[in-house]
């Protein structure tokens, strides 16, 4: 079992940066994969972006080229780093672990944060 706390979200105009963190409590981070999966009001959850235990990262194709995902096993905590943001990016920013390979489908993980708000204004 494992815990992740969600933090670093908040509102930013267009064009905008924000990094989204998530450390895990109790437990290391380093065995897992891990991911950052958002929601829309209205919308289904969808996959942003994910990385290995071994550091190789994928992404969606809406966030290709703006936003990094990165570890710090040290810290227990992994990030997404958001730039140029768009209003299209708003929603629950989630993090989420499971124990085998990236998957974009949210039913394969295991363990999820609360959520962060992240809110883009045009």
């Known amino acids: 079992q ?3 706390v969600e933090s670093g979200g908040g509102l930013v105009q267009a064009g905008g940066s924000l990094r989204l963190s998530c450390a895990a409590s ?4 380093s065995t ?3 991911a950052w999966f958002r929601q829309a009001p209205g919308k289904e959850r969808e996959f942003v972006a994910g990385i290995t ?3 190789g990262s994928s992404y969606a194709d809406s966030v290709k080229g703006r936003f990094t995902i990165s570890r710090d096993n040290a810290k227990n905590t992994v990030y997404l780093q958001m730039n140029s943001l768009k209003p299209e990016d708003t929603a629950v920013y989630y993090c989420a672990a499971d124990y085998l390979y990236v998957r974009t489908s949210p039913k394969f993980y295991d363990y999820w944060g609360q959520g962060t708000q992240v809110t883009v204004s045009s």
């Open 53 to 55: 235990r071994t550091g």
């Open 26 to 29: 109790e437990r290391s981070l």
């Open 32 to 34: 897992y994969t891990l």
């Open 2 to 4: 494992v815990q992740l």
